[in-house]
């Protein structure tokens, strides 16, 4: 197990650049950190305010001058989605690959790019951080562009963090299948637990980058992959919730896209305490 000092945590500086879902966990889990956040509404700085952040508001594509210098020698973790509400393309990739130098080149301490695993997009097998990438959506094809850039520059202080399927505290897919007739049950399950994520990004944080050996790529996910009819007519059972209906083109084990993350798991020194989607409810 990764020893995570509450000497390093103390003395950390970050900037987290998108105060989303996994940013509030983040800023829960940090409270000795002192810690800037973006977000995009007053309603939500004055809510970061009051958990001891200081807030700055910011929207990608915005003027980043006041942020950068804010941000100083900060670490900096990179987690703006690009939407569903709107076509994605070069210009996200653009804001957000110039956002990334503007933090590099002001001196930041480090970079974490939070990127999916969608980027593998309709792949099936098992596939390892240094699988091909195939991705299928404007949100996939942005983060595989994204990610490419970042690596390129070969810089020690760049890390992308591809995240599977996001659950915990409310959040469940479960919730949201209920009762629905749906195909592909015989899909294998791809979900990562927050509380894992935050352990994992606390671990890269804490890491000094001049004698890390963490991969500059790593993708996190569940250790078991069941599979998807099985796994979501039993999570509905134990939530109380109508069961979803699925069609599936075989009875056998789990098919299709199944991320494997053991190795950087490993690499962290960390073992998920939710190794098993059967573990998040």
Do not use: W, Y
């Given at each position: 197990?990764?020893?995570?000092?509450?000497?390093?945590?103390h003395s950390l500086n970050l900037t987290l650049c998108g105060c989303g879902w996994l940013g509030q966990f983040l800023v829960d889990a940090l409270p000795e950190a002192t810690i800037t956040g973006?977000?995009?509404?007053?309603?939500?700085?004055?809510?970061?305010l009051e958990k001891g952040v200081t807030p700055v508001l910011f929207a990608l594509g915005d003027d980043a001058t006041s942020l950068i210098k804010q941000s100083a020698d900060n670490a900096v973790i990179l987690n703006i989605p690009p939407g569903r509400k709107k076509a994605v393309g070069d210009d996200f990739t653009r804001a957000m690959t110039a956002l990334a130098t503007d933090f590099l080149n002001a001196g930041a301490k480090k970079l974490i790019f939070i990127s999916t695993t969608s980027v593998f997009g309709n792949a099936e097998g098992e596939?390892?951080?240094n699988a091909p990438v195939a991705p299928a959506t404007d949100s996939g094809k942005v983060h595989c562009d994204i990610e490419r850039f970042l690596l390129a520059g070969q810089d020690p202080r760049v890390h992308v963090v591809r995240l599977a399927g996001l659950v915990g505290g409310s959040r469940h897919p479960a919730k949201f299948l209920a009762g629905k007739t749906l195909d592909k049950g015989e899909q294998a399950v791809n979900?990562?637990?927050v509380s894992d994520v935050v352990k994992a990004l606390t671990c890269i944080l804490k890491e000094d980058d001049s004698t890390?050996?963490?991969?500059?790529?790593?993708?996190?996910?569940?250790?078991?992959?069941?599979?998807?009819?099985d796994y979501y007519r039993w999570a509905a059972e134990a939530l109380t919730l109508p069961a979803p209906q699925f069609s599936a083109e075989h009875n056998n084990a789990a098919d299709g896209k199944k991320i494997l993350s053991k190795d950087c798991w490993e690499?962290?020194?960390?073992?998920?305490e939710y190794?098993?989607?059967?573990d998040m409810l």
């Open positions: 197990m990764s020893d995570i000092s509450a000497n390093s945590i973006t977000t995009r509404s007053q309603e939500k700085a004055d809510a970061l596939l390892t951080v979900l990562v637990h890390s050996t963490f991969p500059p790529l790593m993708q996190l996910c569940s250790l078991v992959h069941p599979r998807r009819d690499a962290l020194g960390l073992t998920p190794a098993s989607p059967f």
